[in-house]
């Protein structure tokens, strides 16, 4: 059973710091797209980012570039999203994701359950 455990999440001040992981196990998603969403109070679910399965090709949403940084570790079966000079309306639960294929426009097949990012000004 595919199981995904998401973590790290808190409150932090503007301009802080949070580092974000997502531990997979039930199976290996070393060839997987793997990535982060967030959902903002009252909002729809939105792309954070997403990493290749050699890590070696990055997407991000334009509201988080150059202040998130996504990285995976396949000995691990894990993924983090290191979050920088955070900012109130970061403020969401953002959820893990496992792709359907080493492909960005494959979609998602797995999900977290998500944890709670709370940004205060």
């Known amino acids: 059973q595919v199981r995904l455990v998401d973590s790290g999440g808190g409150l932090v001040q503007a301009g802080g710091s949070l580092r974000l992981s997502c531990a997979a196990s039930?199976?290996?998603?070393?060839?997987?797209?793997m990535g982060w969403f967030r959902q903002a109070p009252g909002k729809e679910r939105e792309f954070v980012a997403a990493?290749?399965?050699?890590?070696?090709?990055?997407r991000y949403a334009d509201s988080v570039k150059g202040r998130f940084t996504i990285s995976r570790d396949n000995a691990k079966n894990t993924v983090y999203l290191q979050m920088n000079s955070l900012k109130p309306e970061d403020t969401a639960v953002y959820y893990c994701?496992?792709?359907?294929?080493?492909?960005?426009?494959?979609?998602?097949?797995?999900w977290g359950k998500g944890t709670e990012v709370t940004g205060s000004s």
């Open positions: 994701a496992v792709g359907r294929r080493n492909y960005y426009s494959a979609g998602y097949k797995y």
């Open positions: 039930g199976r290996s998603f070393s060839t997987n797209v």
């Open positions: 990493i290749n399965s050699s890590g070696g090709s990055t």
